[in-house]
T-cell receptor
Framework: NAGVTQTPKFQVLKTGQSMTLQCAQDMNHEYMSWYRQDPGMGLRLIHYSVGAGITDQGEVPNGYNVSRSTTEDFPLRLLSAAPSQTSVYFC????????????FGQGTRLTVV | GESVGLHLPTLSVQEGDNSIINCAYSNSASDYFIWYKQESGKGPQFIIDIRSNMDKRQGQRVTVLLNKTVKHLSLQIAATQPGDSAVYFCAENINTGGFKTIFGAGTRLFVKA
């Protein structure tokens, strides 16, 4: 059972570079979301999607784009990386938006230098 | 604004004792309150939830209490074990037209053998 798979696990970017963090789930979940977690902090919601073709902004969306072309995939794009985006990024999925049990990936540790 | 916070950043308990982790919230419109456990290097894992119209819910070795009068949520862990050592987050599932799960800052639980 793969669950939620994130790639890569680690990434170092230079300021101004762009990249895409991949997230895939094999549970046929409608709802997917992206969070960032800074050291000693809780998770902050970046973007979320209630289904294919539908996305919306969370608490901290600036500097990030998302799309949801399929149920399985929910990539997060950093358009022009900044040191402030150094963080651990978690992707999560749940059966629906109302479902409280979210399944998280293992995280992507991103460092922007 | 929407916010979920915690009273204690760290909690140290003796193995076999009961643990109580507290959380304050400010958003009265939350549909559900949720507790997650995060072990080092891993994504958060769902523990238990409670609907906003309930005041108590029990799971296996865990009990969640909700006091809406003072906007307080707690997680009680019975007979705490070394495997319970982790960071615990409370979270709110809020319906704002699209469901969002907002996390608090977390409490680190240390279990002494």
């Amino acid at each position: 059972n793969a669950g939620v798979t994130q790639t890569p696990k680690f990434q170092v970017l230079k300021t101004g570079q762009s990249m895409t963090l991949q997230c895939a789930q094999d549970m046929n979940h409608e709802y997917m979301s992206w969070y960032r977690q800074d050291p000693g902090m809780g998770l902050r919601l970046i973007h979320y999607s209630v289904g294919a073709g539908i996305t919306d902004q969370g608490e901290v969306p600036n500097g990030y784009n998302v799309s949801r072309s399929t149920t399985e995939d929910f990539p997060l794009r950093l358009l022009s990386a900044a040191p402030s985006q150094t963080s651990v990024y978690f992707c999560a999925s749940s059966r629906t938006g109302e479902s409280t049990e979210a399944f998280f990936g293992q995280g992507t540790r991103l460092t922007v230098v | 604004g929407e916010s979920v916070g915690l009273h204690l950043p760290t909690l140290s308990v003796q193995e076999g004792d009961n643990s109580i982790i507290n959380c304050a919230y400010s958003n009265s419109a939350s549909d559900y309150f949720i507790w997650y456990k995060q072990e080092s290097g891993k994504g958060p894992q769902f523990i238990i939830d409670i609907r906003s119209n309930m005041d108590k819910r029990q799971g296996q070795r865990v009990t969640v209490l909700l006091n809406k009068t003072v906007k307080h949520l707690s997680l009680q862990i019975a007979a705490t074990q070394p495997g319970d050592s982790a960071v615990y987050f409370c979270a709110e599932n809020i319906n704002t037209g699209g469901f969002k799960t907002i996390f608090g800052a977390g409490t680190r639980l240390f279990v002494k053998a």
